[in-house]
């Protein structure tokens, strides 16, 4: 997806503030945080969206929020707790369109987010 914002930093044409880098995985500073801490975690590949995902990208999924849980433990979160988010689709509140998750903490969420 060579029009793809998360693609075009995977690859490392658009600068980004990497936290964690595996084979499969990128994880990087939102550039807009709305929480202390506000990390996005991406597969490498492309998928439009959860909703993409299959059995096949099972492991995948599981290995994001894996990851999403070091990297909160990493930050001092696992003491006061944490949200992972996946917004998929437009009602969802999805505005880029490589398949993300949110590791939001440092501060008391609120449900819904809004
Ligand atoms: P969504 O709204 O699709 O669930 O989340 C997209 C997230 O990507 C937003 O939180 C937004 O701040 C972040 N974002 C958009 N463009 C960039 C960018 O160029 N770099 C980084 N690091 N984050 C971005
Ligand atoms: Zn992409």
Redesign the pocket.
Known sequence: MSDC?FCK?VAGE?P??KVFEDEELLA?????P?APV?V?IIPKIHLDSIHEAGEEHKELIGRIHLAAGRIAAERGLAEGGYRIVN?CGADG????PHL?F?LLGGRAMTWPPG
């Open positions: 914002l930093i658009i980004s503030a990087f500073e939102d550039i807009s709305a506000h996005l917004n509140g999805q505005t880029v993300h949110h």
